[in-house]
């Protein structure tokens, strides 16, 4: 199971409602959980297995219930709601800082005002430190990244009302 697998498999369960879910292959064991008030996954932990535990296990047929998902009226209220935010998106591959070092405060927190060219995080890319500045002015309305997680390309980082 690849990264970007995982990455959809962790949107999927955010957007579904249900508070956790296990998966277990081969030699991956990954566990998501989720706030079911505001939908934000909590932790998500990848262990890979030791290649002794891995033995050949005898076959086991398994009944598979049928997935039910509820979908409420909230969901596309708060579709739209988005919409009228700009999404600050990762440009780099790394991991994602909140503290420029971590004896230093936050570069910004929910409900801060950000101008253009402001430093809103820094990525740590090949043990290089990359500043990320606004290129937009506002408000932060969300920080979708939690500190030092790691980020992909084109991640969204932040939610920023430019009212």
Do not use: H, W
């Amino acid at each position: 199971m690849d990264l970007k697998e995982i990455q959809n498999l962790i949107k999927f369960v955010a957007n579904s409602g249900v508070a956790e879910v296990k998966l277990e292959m081969d030699d991956v064991k990954i566990t998501i959980r989720t706030t079911l008030e505001t939908n934000v996954t909590e932790a998500t932990y990848v262990q890979q297995l030791p290649a002794q535990a891995a033995l050949p296990q005898a076959v086991v047929p398994q009944q598979t219930a049928p997935v039910v998902v509820n979908v409420s009226a909230e969901a596309p209220a708060a579709a739209v709601e988005d919409s009228k935010f700009i999404t600050i998106k990762s440009p780099i591959i790394g991991t994602f800082y909140r503290k420029p070092s971590p004896d230093k405060p936050v570069f910004t927190e929910v409900g801060s005002t950000i101008a253009k060219g402001d430093v809103l995080c820094v990525i740590e890319a090949m043990k290089l430190f990359n500043e990320i500045e606004s290129e937009v002015s506002g408000k932060i309305v969300k920080i979708l990244v939690d500190d030092m997680s790691p980020v992909e390309f084109d991640q969204p980082l932040f939610l920023v009302d430019p009212s």
